[in-house]
């Protein structure tokens, strides 16, 4: 891909623009004489000056340099790295502010999708701060330091974090021991995630690029002793792989009994959200006595919420580790005669109808939906997406199916930032009833 030569800074003089919106990528897209530019730094309203620094793809891109008129809902963030740190771009909008903009992301989403006068609505659940129960960060060794932390917006620059707001309590004393007994030995270059595990304690998984000294399998063991820590896995380039301690990843069902999985493993990161969001699910479901195909199912963060009301469930997860843990987790539950299968959604071969379809996809959507819900026809769909575009692509193919949305939710399952996290329930609508 061509790309035009990076203009020279100095010689650029910095455009006057409104701020328009805010992507979910966390840009500010903002109208200036030259066209639209995305930059991060700016709210939705304000006017500011931008520096255009490249173009990528046909879009201009930038940095806002100064906020010429300010949002009345700028707010003091509340962490000094803000600014330069690219992990919470809307640390310094107001909340409510925060929720309007994510709302809105929701309702161009699903917009000529809905049924007559049905519009999504925002729930206010969870809190702003120390909400963050998995966390991953990049590490560098830098001569003598090492830096770990999140990445600048639109960088590769590692911003040093001592200790973060938005992780929960025992995500930050955690990092504070990771720093202080591994990170001195690493080299190179990196990633360490934290995650909760059993009771207080927090998981950590270490992927080195390059090759490990004995001082680093020494920390790492150190480390997993210490009390804030269950476990630490420890992945070297070159190198043998090592566990200390308990490794697996531990948070609560909405039956309260505990949900296990890899600690590599995909979960949410907001508990008190993502126990709302479970509670949505099996009240837009409406799985009692109905036949439910679940896709994308995970370790069975929803599966064990819809398993004892369905008269029956088939789950499917392509992730085998995931899968496992999904069977296992259903199993403590006595819910053994769950369906579980490992294997990809665009490959499914169940046969039959389902009443209920039940999805939560990755980023990139369910290109298949539309195929999978002509063959089983589902009475209900519930699509639960953290992503408004291809949410947005997959509704408009369900919509030529006949479905329309009666239901519509939106959870902030990451305040502080653009993502959005939205569940809908699509029904057969009248003229589309008997096909």
Known sequence: MNRRPRPNRSSQPALAGRVRDVTQAGEAVIETEQGLVMARGGLPGEQVRVLVEARSQGVLRGSVVEVTEASPDRVAPACGLAERCGGCPLMALQAAAARRL??????????????????????????????????RMSFRRVGGQV?????????HTIVDVASCPVLETQLDTALGAVRARLLPHLQGTGEIELQRARGEQVVVSVDCDQPATSQVYKAAQTLSEQPSIAGVALRVEQGAAATYGVVEAQSVGLDGLPLRAAATGFSQANSAVNRRLSELVVELAQPASSAVLELYAGHGNFT????????????VEADARAAESCRANLAERGLASVRVIAGSTEQLEVTGRFDVLVLDPPRAGAASLATLVARHKPARVVYVSCHMT????????????????????????????AHVEAVVRLVRGPASEQA
């Open 102 to 135: 994510k709302l809105a992301h929701v309702q161009r989403a699903i917009e000529g999708v809905c049924a007559p006068g049905v519009v999504a609505v925002m729930e206010d659940v969870g809190a702003a701060l120390h909400y963050r129960r998995r966390v």
């Open 147 to 155: 830096l770990l932390g999140y990445r600048a917006a639109q960088s």
């Open 304 to 315: 064990v919420a819809l398993a004892p009301l369905a008269a029956s469930l088939c789950a």
């Open 390 to 417: 291809t949410l947005g692509r997959d509704l408009r193919a369900l919509r030529a199916l006949g479905f329309l949305i009666d239901r519509a939710h939106v959870l902030d399952m990451f305040p502080q930032t």
